[in-house]
Nanobody, 115 residues
Framework: QVQLVESGGGVVQAGGSLRLSCAASGSIFSSNVMRWYRQAPGEQRELVAGIVSEGIRNYADSVKGRFTISRDNAKNTVYLQMNTLKPEDTAVYYC?????????WGQGTQVTVSS
C-alpha cells in the first residue's frame, strides 16, 4: 500500500513561482517512477513531468524550461518547482506512482495563476 500526499499549491500571479511537494509512504522505492499530472476544469488529466532518478526526467512540452521535477529519496518526497507560471497552468496537480503494477494517486493540490 502506498499513500501520496501533495502540498504547496496556492494562488500566485502570472510570472510567479510555486513548489509542490509529494510525500510518499508505504512500499515505495527509489527506483519507482514518480509523476506529476494536472487537470484543469473541463479538461482531461495530463502528464506534466516524471522522474526515475536525477538523470532520467521528462516534461510536457508546455512546461519545459519552466518546471523542474526532483526527488529526495531519503525523505520519500518528490518536488515540482514551477517558475514563470502562466494562467494556463491553473489546475489541480496530482502526484502519481505505479508500484508493482498498481497505480496510486494523491488527493491533489490546487494551483491558481492569476493574470
Amino acid at each position: 500500500q502506498v499513500q501520496l500526499v501533495e502540498s504547496g499549491g496556492g494562488v500566485v500571479q502570472a510570472g510567479g513561482s510555486l513548489r509542490l511537494s509529494c510525500a510518499a509512504s508505504g512500499s515505495i522505492f527509489s527506483s519507482n517512477v514518480m509523476r506529476w499530472y494536472r487537470q484543469a476544469p473541463g479538461e482531461q488529466r495530463e502528464l506534466v513531468a516524471g522522474i526515475v532518478s536525477e538523470g532520467i526526467r521528462n516534461y510536457a512540452d508546455s512546461v519545459k524550461g519552466r518546471f523542474t521535477i526532483s526527488r529526495d529519496n531519503a525523505k520519500n518526497t518528490v518536488y515540482l518547482q514551477m517558475n514563470t507560471l502562466k494562467p494556463e497552468d491553473t489546475a489541480v496537480y496530482y502526484c502519481n506512482a505505479i508500484v508493482w503494477g498498481v497505480i496510486y494517486w494523491g488527493q491533489g493540490t490546487q494551483v491558481t495563476v492569476s493574470s
